[in-house]
């Protein structure tokens, strides 16, 4: 998905930094000086990127993505248009980016519960499967805001197949733990585990009451957790 996004890099230059031929010509001064104060704007970059785009996903959410203002974005985020420039290619850009950043959090969440259910002894396939999928809807319960402005229909041009790109690997992932007693992949089993999860993730984003989203999750998952393959419990 990187390859879809453009971040360039936090400034790197040193505001005021004397011209190399005006610097003292102590050994050790100039050296230090310039590093600490490259550090300063690497910071000061980094806070604002930061603030742009928490400004942006406020917005996105308020207004939807057709309908946001950079203007809104930049005043919010006490920057200027010049600095989203300099940090971003375009509001399409703040969009793709804070997707990116949610479905890396997602996929990290995913992890950690997949391996905490090895650690605790966990072989069965759909019981991994269960421990990650859960995970991952409890993502989304916990920042219903932003997991809900990905699904409304109201992205930057071509994100629908930004979406279908993400969901395909994540089928490829599932596609890891279930195989078919000869050894290959279960896809309809996979298939239907997707489709499924694609579709809690939209109802669960979509509920207006969060006691009721947490129970439809919880009750999704129990039903997921009762799906069988014929072919894999094929001897």
């Given at each position: 998905?990187?390859?879809?996004?453009?971040?360039?890099?936090?400034?790197?230059?040193?505001?005021?930094?004397?011209?190399?031929?005006?610097?003292?010509?102590?050994p050790a001064s100039?050296?230090?000086?310039?590093?600490?104060?490259?550090?300063?704007?690497?910071?000061?970059?980094?806070?604002?990127?930061?603030?742009?785009?928490?400004?942006?996903?406020?917005?996105?959410?308020?207004?939807?993505?057709?309908?946001?203002?950079?203007?809104?974005?930049?005043?919010?985020?006490?920057a200027s248009v010049?600095?989203?420039?300099?940090?971003?290619?375009?509001?399409?850009?703040?969009?793709?980016?804070?997707?990116?950043?949610?479905?890396?959090?997602?996929?990290?969440?995913?992890?950690?519960?997949?391996?905490?259910?090895?650690?605790?002894?966990?072989?069965?396939?759909?019981?991994?499967?269960?421990?990650?999928?859960?995970?991952?809807?409890?993502?989304?319960?916990?920042?219903?805001?932003?997991?809900?402005?990905?699904?409304?229909?109201?992205?930057?041009?071509?994100?629908?197949?930004?979406?279908?790109?993400?969901?395909?690997?994540?089928a490829r992932r599932?596609?890891?733990?279930?195989?078919?007693?000869?050894?290959?992949?279960?896809?309809?089993?996979?298939?239907?585990?997707?489709?499924?999860?694609?579709?809690?993730?939209?109802?669960?984003?979509?509920?207006?009451?969060?006691?009721?989203?947490?129970?439809?999750?919880?009750?999704?998952?129990?039903?997921?957790?009762?799906?069988?393959?014929?072919?894999?419990?094929?001897?």
């Amino acid at each position: 998905m990187s390859s879809d996004i453009h971040a360039p890099s936090d400034e790197t230059a040193a505001d005021g930094a004397p011209p190399a031929s005006t610097a003292p010509r102590s050994p050790a001064s100039p050296t230090k000086g310039k590093g600490e104060s490259s550090a300063r704007v690497s910071d000061r970059g980094a806070a604002t990127r930061s603030a742009l785009l928490a400004a942006a996903r406020d917005v996105f959410a308020e207004s939807g993505f057709a309908q946001a203002a950079v203007t809104e974005i930049v005043a919010r985020a006490g920057a200027s248009v010049g600095s989203l420039y300099h940090h971003f290619s375009g509001k399409a850009d703040l969009y793709l980016t804070l997707w990116e950043d949610f479905q890396n959090r997602q996929q990290e969440r995913t992890r950690q519960a997949v391996h905490a259910a090895r650690a605790a002894g966990v072989t069965d396939p759909m019981q991994l499967f269960i421990a990650g999928a859960t995970a991952y809807l409890d993502g989304c319960l916990a920042d219903r805001r932003i997991s809900r402005l990905f699904i409304q229909g109201d992205g930057p041009p071509g994100f629908d197949r930004v979406m279908n790109k993400r969901l395909r690997k994540w089928a490829r992932r599932n596609a890891a733990l279930f195989h078919t007693p000869d050894g290959e992949v279960d896809e309809p089993l996979v298939t239907v585990l997707t489709g499924a999860m694609a579709a809690a993730v939209t109802e669960i984003s979509l509920t207006e009451d969060e006691d009721a989203a947490r129970k439809m999750a919880a009750d999704i998952m129990a039903v997921i957790a009762t799906i069988r393959s014929p072919r894999a419990e094929q001897s």
